[in-house]
Structures are given as C-alpha cells and as structure tokens.
C-alpha cells in the first residue's frame, strides 16, 4: 500500500512534466469492454498506443511501473455530445482557478470566437442563410486551455466529440482527445464527424420580429431549403467544372459547402413525436442521422419509431427532473411525471430493443454527478457492462472509430481509465486517467464554472 | 408494474381496428337524405348500409343507439390545434415555405377533446400574421395514431392567406420593443391593406416566373434534351401550386374592400380562391363571392373582438348560403371547437336555415370547401364511416357525444373514457407522491456543493 502511494505521488508530480514513453500497469483488473474482463492483468502503454494488453504480458525494461493491485482499469470515457474545449460555448466565465494540469502548452491566440456570433441583421428567408455555420469546424475551434477540459477529463473522460453548437447549422464536430496538447491539432482524433443542427434558438421560436425563422416549422423550411439547394449548387459546380465556357460562374457559398462536406447530420428529438418527425426528415434528405436527446426514449412507441430506422440515437445523461422553484400548487401533467419517473430506464430499454446508443453527459461534468445519472440508468435496469460500453465503445462505433479507440485493445489509442472501486459506484475514486499515453491525475476540486452545456435542453422544438 | 400500468393505459388508448358494425334504432341525420331512424351498417371501414331496415352482417358489433342521434363526424375549416413549435412563421411577410405538415402533433390533447366534441376532420391552418403564410393540412383526429396517419389521405392541400389588421400589423405598424426587455422588433412591410395587396401581387409576379422557368424547363426536357434543371425555391413552389390548382387558398379576412380586393388579385394572376375565412363581412359581397366561387367559412355569432369585426351579424352564414355561397362555420380555437354542433345550431336560430342545411354547415359543407366530400361529410352508403352518436338532438346544448368513430374504428368512447379516469388519476397520484417524497428527502441533505443540476 505504501509503494502505491509513493507510485500515485510520483506520478502526480511527474503529471505536467516530460510522460515516459512507456507505461505499464500491472497486476490491475482490466475491463477491456471488447472482452472479458481480466481479474489481473497487465497493460501497457507506448507512444500514445497500447501496445500489448493481457494476463501474461511481460512488464517491458523500460517501462514506468503503476502497481494496479485493487485498481481496475477501463477505456477512457468518451463524451458523444459536447462543446467541451471550444471556451466560447461555456456559458459561465472561467473564474481562473484552473489547476494547471493539462494546460501546459502557452495559450493559442485567441479563437476565432466571432466567426458565427447569431448574425445581426434581420434574416428575410433561407437565402439569407441565418445561423448558419456549417462550415466550421470544431478541430479549428478547440483550444487546450479551456477549463473544462480538467473538468471533465477529472470526471472519466479522455475523449470528447465537440461540437461548435452555434446555430441552426452549428458546424460539424471533432473527436478530440483531452491531452491538453500544444498544439490543437494533436488533440483532435477526427476532424468531422457531423453537422450539428438545432431547430430552436435556445427557446420557443417567437417568430414576431426576431427575423427567419421563427416557429419549429420555419426552421425545418430553412434545414430542407438548404439542402435543396446544396444538391442544386453540386449539380452547377460539376457542370460548371465539365466545362465552364459559356456559362455563368456559379457562386461560391460557403453554407452550402459545409453541408455538403458533412457526412452526418445530428437532430434534436426528445419527445416521440418528434424522434417520428426527425427521422422522417433525415430520410427525406437522404443524410445519415443521429438523433440526440431521447428524453422519451421510455416509451414503448420509441423503441418502434426507432427501431424502424436503425439509426443511433445519444441519450442526454440529464434526466428529467421536476421543475426547480416551481409553485407547489402546480400540477404536473401525466406525461411529466412519467417522464421524471421512467426516464433514467431509457438506455435500459433501448438496450433491449436493439437500439444503437450511446450516453452523453449533457453537461454534467463533475464526476459526482456523472456518476449519479449513470447509477441511475443501471438501477432502472441498464446493465453496468451495458452502461460502460454505453460511454466508450458504441459512441466509438456511432462514429466509426471503433478501430481506434472505445475499448483495451492492442494497437488503440492509449486513453485509459484507472479507479478504485467499481465505476459508477458512490465511493468510487477515479485515480489516475492517461489521455494519448499521457495520466492525469483528477483534479481534488474541479473548477467551478466549468460547467454548462449548450443543449441544455436538447431538442426544444415544441 | 409500473411499466406495466403504462403500457396497459397505451393499449387502452389505440383503436381497435376497424370492424363491421351496426348502430341500431338510431335517428340518423343524413344531413344529404332527411332524417331516418333505423340502421347504419359500417363494413372496411365505410359505410355499408344506412336504412330503417338493413342486412345485418353475422358477427357484427352491434350498438344500441336506442333514443340516441347518429350524425357524419363534424369537420372543421379553420383549426390551429396539433401544431408544434408555434402555428405563425411571422418573421416574414410570405412564408409559404414553411408546412403544418412538418410540425403535426398527434399527441396534443386538444385532439382527443375535439373529438369528445364529435369532430372527425379538421382543416389545420397556418396563423394569420403574415400576408401570406404556411402551407396547411387537413387532417382526421384519429388519435393514437402518428403523426403521418393523422393526415386526411388524398386531400388537397391548402395554404393560408391573411388580410387587414393581422398582416398589417395593427398595433405596431412601426415596429419597437415588445414588453419590457424586449429586443427591438423592426418593422416588417406590410403597415396598410394597400401593401398586404402589394405583396401579395410581388409574391404572384415572383412566382409566375418562377413557373415559367420550371415550364421552359419541363419543355426542353420532353424535347429530350438535358438541362440543368432551376433551383428548386420552397417559397415559391408553393405559390406555383396555387397557379396550377394544385393548392388551395384559405384567405382569413374580414371587410367587404379586402374581400373584393383579394377576388381581383386571384382573378388577375388566374387563380382561385377556395375558401375565405372568417369572411364576416361576406354578407355585404356575397353575390361577388359566390361568382368567384369561394366558399365561406364563417363563425356563428362570434364578433367586435376588434375593429374589422364589428360589423357582424349572427346572420352572415344565412345571408351568405342564400347567395349560393358554399358555407361552413368554424372553430379557430380548440375550446370552441369541442361544441360546433350548437354552432349549427344557432345558424337555425338566427336566419332560419333548416335543420339539414345546419348541420351541413359543420359536415357536408366544409367538406365541399375541403374537397372531400366524395368521402366525408354526410351519412350516405360508400362514405368513410366518420359518425358521431349523441344521446339527444345534436344541434341542442344538452346533446353530449357517446361515441365517434372514423374509419369505421370507435376513437372515442364516453363510458369507456369515465370508467378510465380512476385508473389514471391513482397512477397520477402515485407519482405526484413519489415526487414528492423525493424531494423530501434531498432536501435536509442540502446542496451538494452548491452547483448541481
């Protein structure tokens, strides 16, 4: 016990310097999620890599030794749905109490925080192209001192898909790996893996002088116009290369341009009605689709709707919860209570359904209350295997990483996860997190505003 | 259990499907053929049979209307219910892009409660803050079903149109803040009736090349060429259905100058008008509408709720069908929505319509306007077997709704929604409990570090 704790404080202090180029964690439980879990064993990192992982596998000479004995390890969490590392889409100021892990590198020069700030003169149609960002990037965004990025990474997770949720057309996400790299582009994983799209502005669309659109039906106007007219501007463009002597020059248009470089499309859709309406639509444009949200997901009629399609859904992690502050007098409907009720059963039942899911923290990035919600979703039925692959391997599978990352598999990306106790348990203590071969030590006290997600409330299109 | 209950109170809310049934020694209100007491028979979801004496199919399921009223569902031109996301995309001044259609929401009670009111189809319109707004749906309150199998199949669709003080923003004509806080609301054109006319003519004169672009393009290619072919404008494909008669136009208005001014436009740009909402003016220029052949769909008695309606007169769908002008009347509200069958009834009341010409005011009439009533709107054999059964005259307050079937399948059922009630008010209870306690017991633990949720 005492040489573990001498190991722990000699890897906390050697946390932000030079890491080794090989690690080993020996004598550890290590569920590989790939596979049966193994009572002992040993994994070992190299060069960002796991480069072999068994019950039998020699320590190499060279290797930092972490003793696993009473530890588990699992794969680094990954985060589905989340703004974590663009600082500009946290709604609280960072206070500046950043412990320093992680941010090593100087600060970037600032983001391009403006490039999709909500346009200010009033939208008069689609061809205004208002909230529109599709072109953009999250890779381009990221920033490694983003305080969140310590937050979460202290809360299990290694890897975030980060999208830049600003808009209608928020612009397409990135994998990114929390290693709080000097440079952006060693962080990111995958570049693009989708376009996220809103269908509300953060509120019920008033649609009397805000500009277009207003109401839930302008928006989905707006998102099928736009496709209309990316298959228009591809068939111009190709003509237009065939052979561009007397024609007019098509015009470049940059909106048109990120919609057509995303491979995916992510919708908003909690209520089963609305999980009905979007993958109608997603199937109208002919986009591969994730729905995000899943609020119902409960419910019988969601698991058929769903079903029908076989696209993969994300289900938000915060679950529905009576209103704060609300008058004691007000009655909550039927629909809400089950809602509060049988909501944490989604994954559980989806999981029975056949449904392809993964969990999103949806912004609950403190461990504590990480924990909490998945506990939750294991008690109104989700296995915990189910829970963790929930967080690692399927969202790796929905956006086709799986040969990369999600599970403990020789030649992965080394994003691991070390605790004490069994994941997901009340008195589990995450002790160490190794983000492209890299540990971190969670921080004792996560920054305060590190907080608040975007999609605080997903799919308000009602 | 929990779960199980939930899914019990699901099943119990799907339809049976459709079966052969017979509704026995019922006074049937035709509303096409008199009164008859006697029989319906309902086979495949239609209307097998209607008579004093009928074959009765073996194995039917037989209803015992004895004493009670049978009726064709009620339809409603004029509805807003079982939209989500707002029913006006007022950002704009044309905004025939957007669709009810892509917002229905089968799940909205007011469904449920239309059809307790006996009302099998409704016309769902666009709002009226712009000159011209959405596209609209027609749909049958088949409730339970999703959103797609609500929708009135073969229908035409519609799109709504809106004159006067609505569109022209009356109030705030210049634009400002709106309440406290409010961000600045800039001031959309139109400001006057002269400039709803306007941009109603600019969207037309937009459209009409649009279409022309489209037809030189249809030419060419069956001529066998391959162009590439114009941007497809959502905007104005709409309206271009309109020129085509492919889409119905619902005009909510009010004044005899709009009315008259609207009737031009459409004759100008060469196409029709099919119904005019609202219309309460339509008394004073009902000779003219009847040679457009617009219909009208009007409300009974409802007026000077502001300055262009308070020239109405309870009289107006009377005077109206007198002309020879189609006439319907309608709800625009979930509430009033619920009752239309005492709004027939006042049209008796006041301007004397016959009891037939009443009750097709909420059936066979809008149905015409609807262009449907091949299918809906009276109790004649071949009909979709859309019927209501009430338990007294129906065009009385006192008459209440039994039962509603549509498509032959009962949707709604007063015994059996009565003797539901204790089931879901205890499930209620149990989880309004269950809240509570739990909120009771996170609360002496105290905040969690202050930052939770």
């Given at each position: 016990m005492k040489k573990l704790v001498t190991a722990l404080l000699l890897f906390g202090a050697f946390a932000w310097a030079e890491s080794p180029q090989a690690v080993a964690i020996r004598n550890a439980k290590i569920v590989t999620v790939s596979g049966p879990p193994m009572a002992k064993g040993t994994v070992v990192l190299r060069d960002g890599l796991i480069e072999a992982v068994g019950e039998n596998v020699p320590v190499p000479a060279d290797a930092w030794v972490v003793e696993g004995e009473g530890m588990t390890v699992y794969p680094g969490l990954i985060d589905a749905m989340s703004t974590v590392g663009i600082p500009s889409l946290a709604p609280a100021p960072s206070t500046g109490a950043v412990s320093g892990r992680g941010g090593r590198g100087a600060p970037t020069t600032a983001a391009p925080t403006a490039t999709t700030a909500a346009p200010t003169p009033r939208s008069m149609g689609p061809e205004d192209r208002p909230q529109t960002a599709s072109w953009v990037l999250a890779a381009d965004e990221?920033?490694?001192?983003?305080?969140r990025i310590a937050t979460v990474r202290s809360a299990g997770f290694s890897t975030t898909v980060t999208f830049p949720e600003r808009g209608i057309f928020g612009g397409q996400g990135s994998i990114v790996d929390l290693s709080g790299a000097e440079k952006t582009g060693e962080m990111v994983?995958?570049?693009?893996?989708g376009q996220y799209i809103a269908?509300?502005?953060?509120?019920?669309?008033?649609?009397?002088?805000?500009?277009?659109?207003?109401?839930l039906m302008g928006y989905i106007a707006y998102v099928r116009q736009i496709y209309l007219d990316a298959d228009h501007y591809k068939l111009v463009k190709e003509a237009y290369a065939k052979d561009p002597r007397g024609m007019a020059r098509p015009q470049y248009d940059r909106a048109l341009e990120g919609v057509l470089d995303s491979r995916r499309i992510l919708l908003p859709a909690n209520r089963v009605v609305e999980m009905d309406r979007m993958l109608r639509f997603a199937a109208e444009l002919k986009q591969p689709v994730i729905l995000y949200g899943m609020r119902e997901g409960y419910r019988p009629e969601a698991a058929a709707v769903l079903k029908k399609y076989n696209s993969p859904v994300l289900v938000s992690l915060k679950w529905s919860e009576p209103p704060r502050d609300a008058d004691p007098e007000q009655e909550e409907s039927l629909r809400t209570l089950e809602n509060i009720d049988l909501g944490p059963s989604t994954p559980g039942l989806l999981k029975k359904a056949g449904v392809p899911f993964a969990l999103y923290a949806d912004g609950l990035d403190q461990a504590r209350d990480l924990q909490r919600a998945v506990k939750r979703a294991i008690d109104a039925g989700l296995s915990r295997e189910d829970a963790l692959r929930a967080l690692t391997l399927a969202p790796a599978q929905i956006y086709n990483v799986a040969d990369r990352m999600g599970s403990i598999e020789k030649g992965k990306i080394a994003n691991l996860l070390v605790t004490k106790g069994e994941l997901f348990d009340d008195n589990t203590r995450i002790q160490m997190i190794f983000v492209d071969g890299k540990q971190f030590k969670p921080a004792d006290e996560a920054p305060a505003g590190g907080r608040g997600m975007t999609t605080d409330n997903p799919g308000v299109n009602q | 259990m929990r779960k199980l209950l939930c899914a019990g109170l699901m099943a119990a809310l799907a339809p049976l499907g459709a079966e052969t049934i017979v509704i026995r020694n019922a006074t049937i209100m035709t509303v096409t053929k008199g009164t008859v007491k006697g029989s319906v028979v309902v086979k495949d979801g239609k209307i097998a049979e209607v008579g004093e004496k009928v074959l009765e199919p073996q194995g039917a399921t037989i209803i015992d209307a004895a004493g009670q009223y049978v009726i064709p569902g009620i339809i409603d031109c004029h509805s807003h219910i079982a939209v989500d996301g707002g029913v006006n995309e007022g950002s704009v001044s044309v905004s025939s892009m957007v669709d009810i259609k892509d917002v229905i929401?089968?799940?909205?009670i007011s469904i449920y409660r239309a059809l307790a009111g006996g009302v099998t189809t409704a016309n769902i319109l666009h709002g009226s803050a712009n000159a011209i707004g959405g596209k609209t749906i027609v749909l049958k309150m088949r409730w339970g079903k999703d959103a797609q199998q609500m929708i009135f199949e073969g229908a035409t669709p519609g799109i709504k149109f809106a004159l006067g003080e609505n569109p022209k923003r009356a109030g705030n004509p210049q634009g400002g803040g709106r309440g406290a806080g409010a961000q600045t609301v800039q001031a959309r054109y139109p400001a006057t009736r002269m400039g709803v006319e306007d941009t109603i003519r600019e969207a037309f004169n937009e459209a009409k090349a649009y279409k022309a672009g489209w037809d030189a393009y249809d030419a060419k290619v069956a001529k066998g060429e391959h162009p590439i072919p114009p941007r497809k404008d959502l905007k104005l494909e709409a309206l271009k259905e309109v020129l085509e008669g492919k889409r119905y136009v619902h005009a909510h208005c009010y004044r005899q100058d709009e009315i008259l001014m609207l009737l031009r436009v459409a004759d100008d740009y060469g196409f029709k008008i099919r119904t005019l909402q609202h219309v309460l003016e339509g008394y004073k220029v009902a000779k003219e509408i009847a040679a457009h052949g617009a219909g009208g769909s009007t409300f009974s008695d409802w007026f000077n709720y502001k300055m262009e309606a308070v020239d109405a007169i309870p009289y107006n769908a009377a005077l109206m069908q007198k002309y020879g002008v189609v006439v319907s009347l309608n709800s625009d509200d979930a509430e009033l929505m619920r009752h239309l069958n005492t709004e027939a009834g006042k049209a008796m009341k006041y301007g004397g319509v016959s009891e037939s010409e009443a009750l097709a005011m909420v059936t066979l009439n809008p149905a015409k306007q609807l262009g449907i009533d091949n299918r809906v709107g009276s109790v004649d054999v071949g009909k979709d077997a859309d019927l209501v059964i009430y338990d007294k005259y129906p065009l009385s307050d006192y008459a209440k709704v039994q039962k509603v079937l549509i498509d032959g399948t009962v949707y709604f059922d007063r015994d059996k929604e009565v003797s539901e009630r204790p089931a879901k008010e205890a499930q209620k209870k149990k989880l309004t409990d269950q809240e509570k306690q739990l909120q009771q017991q996170q609360r002496p633990q105290g905040g969690r570090g202050g930052r939770i949720g």
């Open positions: 990221i920033q490694p001192t983003d305080p994983v995958v570049p693009a893996v269908l509300a502005r953060g509120g019920f669309g008033g649609g009397m002088g805000g500009g277009f659109p207003g109401a | 929401n089968p799940e909205d």
